[in-house]
């Protein structure tokens, strides 16, 4: 059974920095997609960040510049370093992996992360 296992995550201060790391095991393969989305609340998920395994990057707007994604084709690992934390950044991340980039995969069961002075 493919199963996807988050850490990372915590109470950060505005401006500060946090890595979420996911490993996904039961498999071989390396998922087409890896990468994390995000639910604060009172709000839809939406997608923070995805690599492709060719190495293609997506980002929300509202994380460019600010959130790195990395990924181990090999190790079937994905890490989220996030820098200059805002508090509009807190919610609970989901780490995903699947076909397509944003539905119809595997699912993590999430970390929160907090950004609060």
């Known amino acids: 059974q493919v199963q996807l296992a988050e850490s990372g995550g915590g109470l950060v201060q505005p401006g500060g920095s946090l890595r979420l790391s996911c490993a996904a095991s039961?498999?071989?393969?390396?998922?087409?997609?890896m990468g994390w989305h995000r639910q604060a609340p009172g709000k839809q998920r939406e997608l923070v960040a995805i690599?492709?395994?060719?190495?293609?990057?997506t980002y929300a707007d509202s994380v460019k510049g600010r959130f790195t994604i990395s990924r181990d084709n090999a190790k079937n690992t994905v890490n989220l370093q996030m820098n200059s934390l805002k508090p509009e950044d807190t919610a609970v991340y989901y780490c995903?992996?699947?076909?397509?980039?944003?539905?119809?995969?595997?699912w993590g069961q999430g970390t929160q992360v907090t950004v609060s002075a």
């Open positions: 995903y992996a699947g076909r397509f980039m944003y539905s119809g995969g595997l």
């Open positions: 039961g498999t071989s393969s390396s998922p087409t997609n």
């Open positions: 690599l492709t395994n060719t190495g293609r990057t």
